[in-house]
């Protein structure tokens, strides 16, 4: 394996290495010395009388080299993010860990060592910094793993960073106009989660949980905040979806000012799609907007709602009317967490994956084909089909985050579903139960509608079946109950009538305006 340091001068990226190669009995290359070395001359002389064209060829060079071998851990210098020939030549069977440090702590290591520094020989090397790292940070951002070096010595960072490497933490980014943001994926990873709040010194933590998951695991993630020495505030509400109303909402306004939480204030929404929507509506309106965090329990949460920014509340004439478009500052994922997760849930999150497979990615179908029995029984393959999704997810948010347009393909087995889950009060099926019938039947419409082949909805069928989710809308939910309450649903959110049906697997369209006496046949059928 070939493990790359890459950030700011100053991050750490040498000594880490050290550490790191020390650890793992690997061969270092630090190519800012390789090329001193070869250069004979430090690298402030190279960019004094060569120029920085020159260095940047010879570092060209360097990674190149380096690039071909194996069992290494390669420190780089802070500007090797820049080539993007350098960064296909580094990622290439490599994982790419990015050292990440704020700008007054990389002011403070470099003092001392200013010779080496050329780029940050000016009169304000402060404000250097930080514009070099805004010209930069979203090519840091491209790394596999985040390691945040701030407070933790070199050892610890190298640590970090070995732990994340065996709990085979992933990390998937959300690119969004205004800023960016990771996912965390992996296992026991609420374990160690707290580090990560510390990157947004909040002046307080409150941790939104409700009355079934959080007494499950309280320890570990009180445990995990007081290591480092955060000790949250925690808001409890009941479990259910009838409590994602105004009246919690509420409820969590005046806990809040009751603890005098002020805008630096962070919020913790550990618990399922309830729980999430509830505390980013929460956190989206309080003080005109506060920083929150999602650490979803349940799957449907992780592969969906966490991810994408939606907030919102029910309200006595409609759900998830009221609410937000506002973007976690973080998205951390605990794969063990679904341990305790029934399997009728679980199942229903799976319903979601299947969509993922359907809308965008025919080998993802695939995969979940063949591993069927890994997925259901949580192991390493259902971590990356979380991964998968929450990289579709989070590809589609980024391309239009306020759902102008392509994110309703999200949407697909969604107008079937709704109106079932309508129909049926919310009590007959779980949310992926119902998007599981409603698939099934968007590619039957899409069938008769000649725009899909019958074999892919028989293979769309079959995966739903396999998972132990319903294909097959029961008879007794009358095929115009469902219309109706697609047409209602349609009047309320003042929008067309519109089915995200599949052209293949892996390819979806969307189409208006479809004969209600056609879906009607399909619904019955
Ligand atoms: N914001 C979005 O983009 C979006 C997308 C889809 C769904 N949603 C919303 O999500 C909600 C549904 O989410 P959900 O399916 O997660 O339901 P949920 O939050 O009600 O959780 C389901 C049940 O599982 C329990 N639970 C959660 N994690 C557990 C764990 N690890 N172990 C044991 N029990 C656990 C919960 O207490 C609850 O009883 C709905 O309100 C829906 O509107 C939002």
Redesign the pocket.
């Known amino acids: 394996m070939k493990i790359v340091l890459v950030g700011f001068m100053g991050s750490g990226k040498s000594s880490v290495g050290r550490e790191l190669s020390r650890r793992l009995g690997y061969q270092i290359v630090d190519t800012d010395l390789t090329i001193e070395e070869r250069e004979d001359m430090p690298i402030a002389l190279i960019f004094k009388e060569k120029g920085e064209d020159y260095f940047r060829a010879v570092e060209q060079a360097a990674i190149e080299e380096v690039s071909r071998k194996d069992n290494v851990v390669i420190a780089t210098g802070g500007g090797v993010v820049k080539n993007k020939k350098n960064m296909e030549n580094l990622g290439r069977r490599g994982i790419v860990i990015w050292l990440k440090t704020e700008p007054e702590i990389i002011l403070k290591r470099i003092m001392s060592e200013e010779g080496r520094r050329p780029l940050l020989n000016v009169e304000e090397p402060l404000k250097e910094i930080n514009r070099l790292l805004v010209e930069r940070e979203h090519l840091y951002m491209q790394a596999d793993v985040t390691i945040d070096t701030d407070f933790v010595t070199s050892g610890e960072a190298a640590q970090e960073i070995i732990e994340k490497l065996i709990l085979n933490m992933q990390e998937v980014t959300v690119n969004l106009k205004e800023r960016s943001y990771k996912i965390i994926i992996g296992r026991k990873v609420l374990h160690k989660c707290s580090l990560r709040l510390k990157e947004f010194k909040p002046s307080r933590v409150a941790i939104v949980s409700?009355?079934?998951?959080f007494p499950?695991?309280k320890d570990i993630i009180l445990n995990s905040m007081n290591e480092c020495g955060i000790t949250p505030e925690v808001f409890l509400i009941p479990?259910?979806?009838e409590h994602?109303d105004f009246l919690w909402a509420s409820n969590l306004y005046g806990e809040l000012l009751k603890a005098r939480f002020d805008r630096d204030a962070l919020l913790v929404a550990f618990?399922?799609?309830?729980?999430?929507?509830i505390t980013?509506f929460v956190a989206s309106t309080y003080m005109r907007g506060i920083k929150y965090i999602q650490v979803?329990?349940?799957?449907?949460?992780q592969v969906?709602?966490?991810?994408?920014?939606?907030?919102?509340v029910?309200h006595p004439l409609g759900?998830?009317m009221i609410?937000t478009f506002y973007q976690p500052s973080l998205v951390i994922i605990d794969v063990e967490?679904?341990?305790?997760?029934?399997q009728r849930?679980l199942r229903?999150?799976i319903a979601?994956i299947i969509k993922y497979g359907v809308i965008a990615d025919r080998e993802f179908f695939n995969f979940l084909e063949i591993n069927i029995g890994n997925i259901i029984s949580i192991k390493d393959e259902l971590v990356w089909a979380i991964k998968r999704s929450c990289e579709i997810k989070a590809d589609i948010v980024s391309a239009d985050e306020r759902e102008a347009g392509l994110r309703a393909v999200?949407n697909f087995g969604h107008t079937i579903g709704h109106a079932l889950e309508t129909v049926t009060g919310y009590t007959k099926f779980?949310?992926?139960e119902a998007i599981a019938m409603g698939m099934c039947s968007a590619a039957k419409l899409a069938v008769r509608l000649g725009l899909l082949q019958g074999k892919d909805a028989g293979l769309i069928n079959a995966l739903v079946e396999m998972y132990g989710l319903p294909v097959k809308i029961p008879p007794d939910i009358n095929a115009s109950d469902i219309i109706n309450a697609m047409e209602v649903d349609k009047k309320i959110r003042a929008g067309q009538l519109r089915f995200i049906l599949p052209e293949s697997i892996g390819r979806v369209r969307i189409e208006e305006n479809i004969d209600r006496g056609l879906i009607a046949e399909v619904l019955k059928s």
């Open positions: 409700n009355t079934t998951i499950l695991y479990d259910g979806e994602k618990g399922g799609g309830v729980v999430g929507d980013g979803p329990t349940t799957l449907l949460a969906d709602s966490s991810v994408g920014g939606k907030t919102g029910n759900k998830n609410g967490l679904l341990k305790t997760l029934s849930q229903a999150g979601e999200l779980l949310h992926g």
